[in-house]
């Protein structure tokens, strides 16, 4: 087995932050996806959020499930705490881990798949309990490791290369995120740096469940010429090419456009999708509103990215359920077992 190692040394002129930190600080393992897959265009943001922020990376906890997404944590944060979880249960892990140590920065990387399909229960309950931290699925509609089959968030009426339709209902994660109480919901576009770094920072710096829908095309799987895409996801066609045994290099997509535009953005496989960016009129405290602009907007066969709902004042869960201000792993005996004494007089208040 051949492992590709970064080299420790790096040029003595590189930029640094208030921390002291350079960028090649917040950078992981070199990546292992496909060339030119979204995915890493996300951790490159992923990475100039955190520097841009001044995080002492040994404050953020990365979690992950399974999946060509949830490799992505290996490739940001090399400084960080990490956890690879089982298929679509990162969600209860991170709660879990949330609830023992509150001062820790927590960043879950999630896939369509992870979440959208055997993920979907315990995200759910992530979202509508008001799990502090922010919440990334790099979305690109297809099951990347298992030769891209359609995937929840797919179109219903796309069609495979092999000429497969999918007769399924998509699953609108961006949607459910707003009816389960996100207080901050987010679309971006992998390809996207200038609008998609901003928008993970303002996420990690959110207090209570922030939820980003990141469109991540796949290069291997996704060819869907002429597909109407739903407004929370690009519902990228699935190519299901199971005989493929190499793929080429190619570059990553990147877009550049003015706030209130709409941009036909062409795939690696000669496919278009259409980008709306949210303009300045736009009311970002409006949930309600949120909602309507997207279904209004899907009708159009666009996809909205920016932010689309923010409540600052937002509760989380730590507020909800009254915990303890320290983390539990620095509590004593006496705090942890405060005796028979304590549990009466607790019962006592509940009858």
Same mark, same amino acid.
């Given at each position: 087995?051949?492992?590709?190692?970064?080299?420790?040394?790096?040029?003595?002129?590189?930029?640094?932050?208030?921390?002291?930190?350079?960028?090649?600080?917040?950078?992981?393992?070199?990546?292992?996806?496909?060339?030119?897959?979204?995915?890493?265009?996300?951790?490159?943001?992923?990475?100039?959020?955190?520097?841009?922020?001044?995080?002492?990376?040994?404050?953020?906890?990365?979690?992950?499930?399974?999946?060509?997404?949830?490799?992505?944590?290996?490739?940001?944060?090399?400084?960080?705490?990490?956890?690879?979880?089982?298929?679509?249960?990162?969600?209860?892990?991170?709660?879990?881990?949330?609830?023992?140590?509150?001062?820790?920065?927590?960043?879950?990387?999630?896939?369509?798949?992870?979440?959208?399909?055997?993920?979907?229960?315990?995200?759910?309950?992530?979202?509508?309990?008001?799990?502090?931290?922010?919440?990334?699925?790099?979305?690109?509609?297809?099951?990347?490791?298992?030769?891209?089959?359609?995937? =929840?968030?797919?179109?219903?009426?796309?069609? %495979?290369? *092999?000429?497969? /339709?999918?007769? +399924?209902?998509?699953?609108?994660? &961006?949607?459910?995120?707003?009816?389960?109480?996100?207080?901050?919901?987010?679309?971006?576009?992998?390809?996207?740096?200038?609008?998609?770094?901003?928008?993970?920072?303002?996420?990690?710096?959110?207090?209570?469940?922030?939820?980003?829908?990141?469109?991540?095309?796949?290069?291997?799987?996704?060819?869907?010429?002429?597909?109407?895409?739903?407004?929370?996801?690009?519902?990228?066609?699935?190519? =299901?090419?199971?005989?493929?045994?190499?793929? %080429?290099? *190619?570059?990553? /997509?990147?877009? +550049?456009?003015?706030?209130?535009? &709409?941009?036909?953005?062409?795939?690696?496989?000669?496919?278009?999708?259409?980008?709306?960016?949210?303009?300045?009129?736009?009311?970002?405290?409006?949930?309600?509103?949120?909602?309507?602009?997207?279904?209004?907007?899907?009708?159009?066969?666009?996809?909205?990215?920016?932010?689309?709902?923010?409540?600052?004042?937002?509760?989380?869960?730590?507020?909800?359920?009254?915990?303890?201000?320290?983390?539990?792993?620095?509590?004593?005996?006496?705090?942890?077992?405060?005796?028979?004494?304590?549990? +009466?007089?607790?019962?006592?208040?509940?009858?």
């Amino acid at each position: 087995m051949t492992y590709i190692v970064k080299p420790r040394f790096h040029h003595p002129a590189l930029p640094k932050n208030a921390l002291g930190y350079t960028h090649r600080d917040y950078e992981g393992s070199v990546s292992t996806l496909c060339a030119g897959c979204g995915h890493d265009s996300i951790s490159a943001a992923i990475i100039q959020a955190c520097f841009e922020l001044n995080i002492e990376p040994h404050r953020v906890a990365k979690l992950s499930g399974i999946g060509c997404s949830s490799k992505t944590p290996t490739y940001f944060l090399g400084q960080s705490h990490g956890f690879n979880s089982v298929h679509g249960r990162m969600p209860s892990v991170m709660t879990g881990a949330n609830l023992a140590n509150r001062e820790l920065i927590y960043l879950g990387v999630s896939g369509d798949g992870d979440t959208a399909s055997i993920g979907l229960g315990q995200f759910a309950h992530l979202i509508r309990r008001g799990v502090n931290m922010t919440y990334i699925v790099e979305n690109n509609g297809v099951y990347g490791l298992t030769k891209g089959q359609f995937s =929840a968030t797919a179109d219903r009426g796309s069609k %495979s290369k *092999r000429g497969a /339709i999918n007769a +399924d209902s998509s699953i609108d994660l &961006v949607a459910m995120a707003l009816q389960l109480g996100a207080t901050f919901v987010g679309r971006s576009f992998s390809g996207d740096k200038k609008q998609l770094v901003p928008l993970i920072m303002a996420a990690i710096e959110h207090k209570g469940a922030a939820f980003l829908d990141v469109i991540s095309p796949c290069v291997a799987f996704n060819n869907h010429p002429g597909s109407t895409k739903s407004f929370d996801h690009v519902r990228e066609h699935n190519e =299901a090419v199971n005989r493929l045994d190499f793929i %080429s290099g *190619r570059s990553p /997509i990147a877009v +550049d456009y003015e706030p209130g535009a &709409v941009e036909i953005v062409e795939q690696h496989d000669g496919s278009k999708i259409a980008l709306r960016k949210l303009d300045g009129d736009y009311d970002v405290h409006d949930r309600r509103g949120a909602t309507n602009f997207l279904l209004e907007r899907a009708a159009a066969g666009e996809i909205v990215t920016g932010l689309l709902y923010v409540e600052p004042d937002g509760e989380e869960l730590h507020d909800n359920l009254k915990t303890v201000k320290k983390p539990l792993n620095t509590l004593g005996e006496r705090e942890l077992c405060p005796g028979s004494g304590a549990l +009466d007089k607790f019962n006592a208040s509940l009858r």
